[in-house]
């Protein structure tokens, strides 16, 4: 699994999910000039769980994805209550008629046939947020008494604002949005630690 992760405050996240690097690497450099924040990854197992770990604004994901594929992710994310307020894009190089329909019946917002104009693809998801009820939300996160707020990276509980690094910030929320159930350490490398090394799988153990 590839990934690559980048908080900025005030700026929407946005997870794309491509098998295909050099698209999806030219596509995050577009969502960056046009000032979002991206989180990569060409796995589709993964997407589903990333997508309730970071609560990305939308996710742009390609339909034959290995591992998992798009439509099957989609109808995941929209199942899950947490989850399924995410606006999903799908990309898929089948133009048929019958799966656009297929893309639409798992719950995706919008569905681009490859290949695809990045300023066309970037213009119909900032009409998706636009038109969004729950963009507002999409800036945070409640969890019994564990709120997170992903615009300005705090934490607070029972109200009370927690001093979090960054790292800890993502830990936090990843184990609360898992909580009761056991969470993969490669999921949480993969999220708190984008392309880790081993120095870098020491430092969960510390944590």
């Known amino acids: 699994m590839t990934i690559h992760f980048g908080i900025m405050p005030n700026r929407l996240l946005i997870l794309v999910a491509d098998a295909d690097e050099v698209s999806r690497r030219h596509l995050c450099e577009r969502l960056h000039q046009h000032g979002f924040e991206t989180f990569e990854s060409d796995n589709g197992y993964a997407v589903q769980a990333l997508a309730l770990a970071l609560r990305p604004a939308a996710v742009i994901m390609e339909v034959a994805l290995p591992g998992r594929d798009g439509l099957e992710v989609c109808r995941m994310i929209r199942k899950d ?46 009409a998706l947020l636009r038109r969004s009820a729950e963009r507002r939300d999409l800036s945070r996160h409640k969890v019994g008494p564990f709120e997170f707020d992903f615009t300005a990276l705090r934490m607070t509980l029972d109200g009370r604002e927690r001093l979090l690094s960054k790292m800890e910030f993502k830990l936090l929320n990843l184990l609360v949005s898992k909580m009761g159930r056991v969470v993969d350490r490669d999921l949480i490398l993969s999220v708190v630690w984008p392309q880790s090394d081993e120095s870098k799988s020491r430092s969960l153990d510390t944590h």
Request: glycine letters at 4%; a negative charge.
């Open 81 to 126: 209550e947490e989850t399924k307020s995410i606006l999903v894009i799908l990309l898929t190089e089948l133009s048929h008629q019958l799966d656009r329909l297929a893309g639409f019946r798992a719950g995706t917002d919008d569905y681009v046939t490859k290949p695809y104009h990045e300023e066309e693809l970037i213009l119909r998801l900032e």
